[in-house]
C-alpha cells in the first residue's frame, strides 16, 4: 500500500463556508502517534532508508506507516517494535483499535483496515 503523501481527501459539505482538506500525511502522523501511545509499543520500524533518514538526524514522521484512502475507506498498514515480554496478539489488538479511534475520531474517515506487521522486539524496556 504505497500512498504519496502529497494527495488530499476532501470531506464533504461540513459548512457552508469552504471545503476542508486533509493530507494524507496528516491520517499518517494519526496513525503514528496513536500507535505509539499503546503500552509495549517502543517505536514504528521502518525501511532501510527511513532508518538511514532518522540517523542522519532528519525526522521522518512517517516511519513505519503506509495509509490508502479513498472516498469509502482508510486502510492502515503498521510497522511496530514491541518491547520483550509483552503479548504480541494483545499489543496488535490494542493498536489496531487506537489507530482505528484515533483516525475516525479527528477525522471522520471510515478506518475499514488496520494491518500490523511486528518488526522487531526490543530488549531495552526503555521508551
Known amino acids: 500500500m ?34 505509539t501511545e499503546v503500552k509495549g509499543v517502543t517505536s514504528l520500524a521502518g525501511n532501510i532508508t527511513n532508518d538511514l533518514v532518522s540517523k542522519l538526524g532528519m525526522k521522518n ?10 472516498p469509502e475507506d482508510v486502510k492502515v498498514d503498521l510497522a511496530i517494535s514491541i518491547a520483550y515480554g509483552y503479548n504480541i496478539p ?11 479511534n484515533a483516525i475516525e475520531t479527528m477525522t471522520g474517515l471510515h478506518v475499514s483496515e488496520v494491518n500490523i506487521r511486528i ?9
Open 90 to 100: 494483545e499489543i496488535s489488538k490494542a493498536v489496531q483499535d487506537k489507530v482505528k
Open 61 to 70: 514522521l512517517s516511519k513505519g506507516v503506509r495509509i490508502e484512502v479513498s
Open 2 to 35: 504505497t500512498k504519496e503523501h502529497d494527495e488530499e481527501y476532501a470531506m464533504e459539505n461540513i459548512s457552508s463556508l469552504g471545503t476542508v482538506k486533509i493530507a494524507d500525511e496528516v491520517v499518517v502522523i494519526i496513525a503514528g502517534l496513536a500507535a
Open 119 to 127: 518488526a522487531d522486539v526490543n530488549f531495552d524496556n526503555d521508551k
